[in-house]
């Protein structure tokens, strides 16, 4: 499975020639990124703010889907049960060989049949910057429970690429709580080329974080 960090909380997740763009943002809506221009099978929006569900970004091209399964977690995007920002949706995308989440813009701790559901998976997206979403401190709280294989933390502020909202935190603000971090010059990885292989069962300490680069960041 290959995974393409677009920017903020927008990834491309491609196999077998089937593909699917998770919460592209509207044109504009999030400062240092170039617009989403991207074709799909899927587009899979966590929630209806503008820099999440830029639907019309994406051409849908042949949107038979017969190789990923879906799943949707209800959540909330605050912590007072929605009343500020409203709902969250959580994907676990799930090809046969890889089962990977996108947890959108999680604003609230998770629930204990959800920390069950979210379990060992091979891959997890989760927000980091705070403000909007849970901080870099929650997010690392979450990522010890879950224990993934690994974790690719999105929807920050880069000072050095001049990307992401001013009012959200650094990507160190999460990193700092892990010792295997990984930074990867791209902004693609591919799940062969770790070992998401369940190790990290039997250990609180197995998740490898992985750092992209957006690929559609302005600077650079």
């Known amino acids: 499975m290959k ?22 943002y509207a044109d504009g809506s999030v400062p240092g990124l170039r617009p989403v221009r991207e074709e799909a099978n899927m587009v899979l929006c966590s929630h209806e703010h503008s820099d999440h569900n830029g639907r ?3 051409k849908l091209i042949n949107q038979a889907n017969d190789l990923f399964q879906i ?6 995007h605050d ?14 995308i799930d090809d046969g060989e890889n089962r ?5 813009d999680l604003g609230c701790e998770l629930a204990e049949e959800q920390i069950e559901e979210l379990k060992y998976l091979d891959v997890v997206m989760i927000p980091v910057g705070g403000y909007y979403t849970i901080d870099g401190e929650q997010a690392a709280g979450i990522i010890k429970r879950l224990k993934p294989g690994i974790v690719l933390p999105m929807h920050y502020r880069n000072d050095a690429d001049g990307y992401g909202f001013d009012v959200i ?6 990193t700092k709580y892990f ?17 998401t292989g369940k190790a990290c069962n039997t250990t609180a300490m197995g998740t490898k974080v992985v750092i992209l680069r957006p690929a559609n960041r302005k600077k650079g």
């Open 56 to 58: 019309e970004t994406v």
């Open 179 to 195: 010792d295997d971090v990984v930074t990867v010059c791209g902004s693609e990885m591919d799940t062969a080329d770790f070992d």
């Open 79 to 92: 912590d007072v049960q929605g009343a500020k920002r409203g709902k969250n949706r959580i994907f676990i």
């Open 3 to 24: 995974i393409t960090w677009i920017g903020h909380s927008c990834f491309k997740i491609e196999k077998s020639d089937v593909s699917i763009i998770t919460d592209p």
């Open 169 to 174: 935190g650094t990507v160190d603000d999460f």
């Open 100 to 104: 990977i989440a996108h947890l959108g």
């Open 71 to 76: 799943q949707t977690i209800d959540t909330y």
